[in-house]
């Protein structure tokens, strides 16, 4: 990724004013907040890469031919720390927002993550964490206090923020309260809501675009996505998130569990949690909600966001459903998102979902499920 999306280039300009024209040279923070999917990480690393370069354009822009820009290229470059989560920095599908077409795994340029701290060292065989830890955090006071090599910037990105634990947030509140000099803090979230207000509010905060379905099916043509529409409709309009369904297996792994949830005399949630425990379950409670959202929306209004081409399922499914106790699955699914980074159980916690799923959509009549 050697440039901006172009639905960026506004939110680009409009920053690079706000940041250079008023001279507000104060700003030591930012945060890129917006959903997952539109391409905040690219951003950032972009922003990153510009501040650091030695002949940036008018506009701001990295020159991608100076030293600076090769070394971060390289993922070399000295004034420049990449702050992930364990898991994250060694699976680019994983939970990367920007669908890694840009980033390799190991190419991330001066990454840090969990697997070089003592703590996680220490637990070997555990499973790599999903958090940002406070030994990530403290690490980077030697980075902050060497002087940068090149006599700039030097420039923290912390991706996702919101997987920041209470210890790494509160110790990074500290470098934001006293904020170091020449340092930027450069902080990416798909839930800005989870961070601390304290943090919150000592960012500059950019709130990063949504294209319109428009530009976002243009760009997906443009990358060889076969249906961008249905790609896109089913990505929420998160264009980057669009291209994990043009994956086959993703998709037919997505298919089969809307088939099996949209019968639901057929549906063995036992059966069903058992097949999906291996699966990424933040990912899979957001395919419950998105059916959730298209069922409720089919019955209040006669459209659907996400399924376009599973009407005659949701057809079939909606006029059944009394949408109060949707409702209230809908709540569970956002509490259950929560949780999914997380869960004790992983085949339990599934089986759960799916048994309230089917509660949720027939409580007119429950014995006569239980008949059938
Ligand atoms: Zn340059």
Same mark, same amino acid.
């Given at each position: ?9 506004? %939110?680009?300009?409009?920053? *690079? ?11 030591? %923070? ?17 922003? *990153? ?9 008018? $506009?701001?822009?990295?020159?991608? /031919? ?16 990449? &702050?992930?989560?364990? *898991? ?8 990367? $927002? ?18 070089? /701290? $003592?703590?996680? !060292?220490?637990?070997?065989? +555990?499973?790599?964490? +999903?958090? &940002? #830890? ?10 902050? !206090? ?31 309260? $006293? ?78 569990? &809307?088939?099996?949830? #949209? ?36 019955? /209040? /209004? ?71």
């Amino acid at each position: 990724m050697k440039n901006i999306y172009s639905w960026q280039k506004e %939110a680009w300009r409009r920053l *690079a004013q706000d940041v250079q024209g008023s001279r507000r040279s104060s700003v030591h %923070a930012l945060l890129l907040r917006g959903r997952k999917g539109l391409g905040k990480l690219a951003f950032g690393r972009y922003l *990153a890469k510009s501040r650091l370069c030695e002949n940036p354009s008018a $506009e701001g822009e990295a020159c991608q /031919t100076c030293a600076s820009c090769r070394w971060f290229e390289q993922g070399s470059h000295p004034d420049y720390r990449l &702050i992930e989560p364990e *898991a994250m920095s060694g699976s680019p599908d994983d939970n990367r $927002e920007d669908g890694s077409s840009d980033i390799g795994p190991g190419s991330t340029p001066g990454s840090v993550s969990g697997a070089t /701290t $003592e703590s996680s !060292n220490a637990k070997s065989r +555990k499973k790599p964490s +999903k958090q &940002i #830890s406070v030994a990530q955090i403290r690490d980077l006071a030697d980075f902050i !206090n060497i002087s940068s090599h090149q006599n700039g910037y030097k420039i923290i990105l912390l991706h996702p923020a919101e997987t920041m634990n209470a210890a790494a947030a509160n110790a990074l509140l500290k470098n934001l309260e $006293e904020p170091p000099p020449r340092t930027l803090f450069i902080l990416v979230t798909h839930h800005a809501q989870y961070l601390l207000p304290t943090i919150r509010s000592r960012c500059l905060q950019v709130a990063m675009p949504v294209p319109d379905p428009a530009t976002a099916i243009a760009w997906l043509k443009q990358q060889g996505i076969k249906d961008p529409e249905t790609c896109l409709a089913s990505a929420g309009y998160a264009p980057l998130s669009a291209l994990e369904f043009n994956d086959d297996d993703y998709l037919e792994r997505h298919g089969d569990f &809307i088939e099996q949830i #949209s019968v639901l005399a057929e549906l063995s949630p036992i059966a069903l949690a058992e097949a999906l425990q291996k699966s990424d379950l933040s990912t899979v409670v957001n395919w419950l909600q998105k059916w959730c959202y298209d069922l409720m929306s089919f019955r /209040t /209004t006669g459209k659907v966001r996400y399924h376009l081409d599973r009407l005659a399922a949701i057809e079939l499914l909606a006029p059944g459903i009394e949408p109060r106790s949707l409702a209230t699955y809908s709540r569970t699914l956002a509490g259950a998102q929560l949780l999914a980074s997380h869960p004790l159980n992983t085949r339990l916690f599934l089986e759960e979902l799916l048994f309230s799923y089917v509660a949720a959509l027939s409580p007119a009549s429950p014995s006569s499920q239980v008949e059938a």
